[in-house]
């Protein structure tokens, strides 16, 4: 397990990292851009259609500031996915079932969750 | 007030609570959202999803130290995780139908909570009792101490687990990564060396947030204005304050402050709660 600890603490260090340097990045761009305009946040409404998951990738091209924010912060909330992913193909050479399936497990409900948010 | 005020107050006040959040221990997301609703009166659902996507931040970035020194029990962590996530899908979903004010107040309680859990004396018991579920598992570990590892047996699997999904509710709910109430379940009820609680609830928090944090995202509760400087400001605070904890080894006085802050502030979300200013 000892290479594996090694692994996954430099995958979330590098995960947390790379996350803030992109929003860091794109809240430079986002306040250049709307810095002047009033914040708005005291009622919700939900966010803004360039920032929904679906539409981030392609607004990043356009250099969005805001879609670059959510492409790292949505890049922050799969570090920890990440982290299940690599302990699972650990526990897979270490030829642990039983963990391989608990890792899976988990794995399968934040997808689960995932996509029942689509839903709802 | 204009972006670029609402993002510098923002940033100031994250990294402030990130800073005091490492040196303490007590996790920074506790100011973020009293700061975002009673100070700059920002909607309490951007306030919760700022709010966990910075505890992902933070539990990640320590965990990666703590994992390398090998004290986090992985396969406890994991295990645990089925309960969380499970218990943190739960809690996104309600969260949708409890109205603002009832989170207001359920934040304030956990809040009071937490910081007297926090503040108890720690010590660090070691139990040597073989259980069965615990053994099936593969649960039990040991931990590295200067140049020796001691090992220790789990307690209570089924009790804990099940609490455990109790404690991804409350993060699923109101966006903290309820690192104090997952703590007080391994060592309380599990009996599992306090190094090790801390550290294994740290290693949970991040994967626990991401299964609330996958709905938050599609219901629009994360906002890019808002997390932005929240999560960079905890992020470079919760850095400064591990390079100083490092110096100073005692910050009980810290602590009792910080305490007390957060005490005052769960007070003030409370009356807010309940006068519905939320």
New interface residues.
């Given amino acids: 397990?000892?290479r594996l600890?090694?692994i996954?603490?430099?995958l979330?260090?590098i995960?947390?990292y790379a996350?803030?340097s992109i929003?860091?990045l794109?809240?430079i761009i986002?306040?250049l851009h709307?810095?002047?305009?009033?914040?708005a946040?005291?009622?919700?409404?939900?966010?803004p259609d360039y920032?929904q998951?679906a539409h981030v990738f392609g607004n990043i091209l356009h250099l969005k500031?805001?879609?670059i924010?959510?492409a790292?912060?949505?890049l922050?909330?799969?570090?920890?996915?990440f982290?299940?992913i690599f302990?699972a193909v650990g526990f897979v050479i270490e030829k642990?079932h039983?963990?391989t399936f608990?890792?899976l497990?988990?794995l399968g409900?934040?997808t689960?969750?995932?996509l029942?948010?689509?839903a709802? | 007030m204009t972006i670029l005020i609402f993002t510098l107050i923002l940033f100031l006040g994250a990294y402030a609570a990130g800073f005091l959040g490492s040196l303490t221990g007590l996790g920074g997301g506790f100011v973020i959202i009293p700061l975002l609703t009673i100070l700059l009166h920002v909607d309490i659902h951007y306030a919760v999803g700022a709010s966990l996507v910075s505890a992902i931040a933070t539990s990640s970035g320590s965990a990666a130290a703590y994992v390398k020194e090998g004290i986090t029990n992985m396969r406890l962590g994991i295990f645990l995780e089925i309960a969380t996530t499970i218990g943190a899908f739960i809690g996104a979903l309600v969260a949708v139908y409890i109205s603002a004010h009832y989170i207001a107040l359920l934040f304030g309680f956990i809040l009071i909570a937490s910081s007297i859990i926090s503040l108890r004396k720690k010590e660090n018991h070691i139990n040597t009792k073989k259980s069965y579920l615990a053994d099936k598992l593969k649960l039990d570990g040991e931990y590295p101490d200067g140049d020796t590892h001691i090992p220790y047996k789990i307690a209570n699997v089924g009790g804990g687990f099940f609490l455990m999904m109790l404690a991804g509710m409350v993060s699923g709910i109101i966006g903290i990564g309820s690192g104090a109430l997952k703590v007080v379940v391994m060592d309380g009820l599990m009996r599992i060396p306090f190094k090790v609680s801390t550290t294994t609830s740290n290693f949970m928090i991040g994967v626990t947030a991401a299964a609330s944090a996958v709905i938050y995202l599609q219901r629009g509760y994360i906002d890019p204005g808002v997390c932005m400087p929240v999560v960079i400001g905890v992020v470079l605070g919760a850095i400064t304050g591990s390079k100083i904890l490092v110096k100073t080894q005692s910050s009980n006085l810290l602590k009792w402050l910080f305490a007390g802050i957060i005490f005052l502030l769960a007070v003030q979300m409370i009356y807010r709660g309940l006068s519905g200013q939320i």
């Fill in positions: 397990m000892d600890q090694v996954i603490g430099n979330l260090r995960g947390v996350s803030i929003a860091a794109g809240g986002f306040l709307h810095g002047n305009q009033q914040a946040y005291t009622a919700f409404k939900g966010i920032a998951p500031g805001g879609a924010i959510q790292g912060i949505m922050l909330i799969a570090t920890p996915v982290r299940l302990s642990d039983l963990y608990i890792t497990l988990v409900i934040i689960f969750s995932m029942s948010g689509y709802g």
